[in-house]
């Protein structure tokens, strides 16, 4: 974190830098920090931050005070994956139907690389808020999140 911060006080300095102190900041319970370097630095993040990431940044920070704010801000995150891991579902479905030759062998490797990358998108997004309603002891609302999404992780390894 503070060689994180030190470069953020360079004049010029890496573009990862301000996403990954945020993200630091959150992943060691330091949300005050994240949400002060977010609102300092709010027009170089709005540059250097691709606003998918800096929309879950600022859901993230909301958790900690205003969760029920944060609830519909990961809500509307989450219905952007949806669609696209379906789709990469389908492809790999596509793929191991009519797999017989190695050309489409490749093409199950492809679409289940995609449909990997876009569930790491998308996982971070589904623990949040199924940690929101955790923290509030409402577990079933969390299982229910959970559940809903099993799904469209069931070919992922990690899940």
């Known amino acids: 974190i503070e060689r994180l911060k030190f470069l953020l006080a360079q004049d010029s300095f890496p573009p990862e830098v301000l996403g990954n102190l945020i993200t630091q900041y959150l992943s060691h319970g330091k949300d005050d920090l994240a949400s002060e370097t977010l609102e300092a630095n709010k027009q170089l993040a709005r540059e250097i931050i691709s606003p998918e990431l800096l929309s879950y940044l600022e859901a993230a920070i909301l958790t900690s005070t205003y969760p029920d704010e944060a609830i519909p801000l990961l809500e509307k995150i989450a219905s952007k994956h949806v669609p696209k891991l379906k789709e990469q579902m389908n492809k790999i479905t596509d793929a191991v139907t009519v797999s017989s030759q190695e050309k ?54 990690k899940w």
Do not use: G
Request: charged content about 30%; proline content about 2%; glycine content about 0%.
């Open 104 to 157: 489409e062998s490749s093409m199950i490797l492809s679409a289940t690389k995609e449909y990997d990358a876009l569930l790491d998108q998308y996982t971070p997004i589904l623990m949040l808020q199924a940690k929101i309603f955790w923290d509030k002891k409402e577990y079933s609302a969390a299982e229910q999140i959970l559940e809903k999404s099993a799904e469209l992780c069931k070919y992922h390894e």
